[in-house]
Structure formats: structure tokens, C-alpha cells
């Protein structure tokens, strides 16, 4: 019988933790954004459905929000915004998109046109500082201000590259 009990108050124990989890979490927001469609536009609501970034973009790239998204205007420009709505960079467009994060970091659009890294969490890691950066590899990458863009003929799709003589190396920060 003493067993019965001891089970018994086990049990109730463990509905009573729970029920507390569970109605503990009903009551916190988290911190994402969702996107939403209005007219063949796109912007980003939160949990509570209160607009963060209005619907004035024709693309974006990101369904759901945790730290950063991205998002293109109607001239192309992809910009990043926080899970804040807050605008925090353009980004470098590559394969019809953002960017690939490569070893954590990838390359952004400062003034000027000059290229710098961020982290997937929306940090500015190295400025903006130069015409043109190639990604990380092996916590390295190579870097240069002279050269020009050039357009592989050879390929269909036309991919472009940056030609330059004076490529620097330079290693990722910690």
C-alpha cells in the first residue's frame, strides 16, 4: 500500500512539473520572425503577429527569422536584418543569392561597394575594406583593391570573377 502512495505522489509530482513548464513557456515570446506575404511582397511579423519589417520586398530568403535573415529590394540589393528588424548590412550576392557562410563567415557590402565578413549571427567581423575577398579556407582568405570583374564566356550561365595581380593573404580573427 506504502508503495501504492509513494507512486502516487510520483506521479503527481511529475504532472505538476510539467504543467508548470508547459503554461511557463506559453507565456515567453521568443525572439524570431516570420515571414509574410502582402501584395507579391515580403516582410516579417513576430509571435504576436505585430509587423517588424513591412512588406516591401520582392524576394526574400529567409522563411523564419532566429538571428538573421535576408531579403532583396526591388534594385537587387540583399540586405541582412536581425531578429529585431533591425537593418544590420547588404550582403555579397552569389549564386542568385546571399552569401554561402563558409567557415562561419561570409562576405557583406559596405560603401563604396567594398566587401567585408560577418558571422551568421549578424556581426561585422572584419569592415568592409576591400574591392574584392574570396571565402575563408582554412581560416584564410585571400583579399586585393586592384583588378576588375570579368565574365567566364566559356560557361552558359556567364558566372563572374574578379581578376586581379595583387591578391594579399589574410587570416581569419579570432
Known amino acids: 500500500m506504502k508503495e501504492g502512495r509513494t507512486l502516487l505522489k510520483s506521479s503527481a509530482t511529475i504532472v505538476v512539473l510539467l504543467a508548470i513548464l508547459l503554461f511557463g513557456s506559453c507565456q515567453t515570446t521568443s525572439k524570431r520572425l516570420v515571414m509574410v506575404e502582402q501584395n507579391e511582397l515580403y516582410g516579417y511579423v513576430n509571435d504576436k503577429g505585430d509587423t517588424i519589417i513591412r512588406c516591401i520586398y520582392p524576394m526574400a530568403f529567409t522563411d523564419t527569422i532566429t538571428h538573421i535573415g535576408f531579403v532583396s529590394d526591388s534594385n537587387g540589393v540583399i540586405k541582412c536584418f536581425n531578429n529585431e528588424g533591425k537593418f544590420l548590412f547588404n550582403v555579397f550576392q552569389f549564386d542568385n543569392g546571399p552569401d554561402y557562410p563558409v567557415e562561419g563567415l561570409f562576405r557583406i557590402v559596405g560603401e563604396n561597394n567594398l566587401i567585408g565578413f560577418a558571422d551568421t549571427l549578424g556581426n561585422i567581423v572584419i569592415a ?38 595583387n591578391w594579399q593573404v589574410i587570416t581569419r580573427p579570432q
Do not use: I, R
Not at 582554412?138 to 560557361?155: A, E, F, L, R, Y
Open 128 to 165: 568592409p575594406q576591400y574591392q574584392f575577398a574570396l571565402p575563408f579556407k582554412d581560416g584564410k582568405t585571400q583579399v586585393t583593391n586592384s583588378g576588375k570583374m570579368m565574365k567566364d564566356s566559356s560557361n552558359v550561365d556567364a558566372h563572374e570573377y574578379w581578376q586581379s595581380d
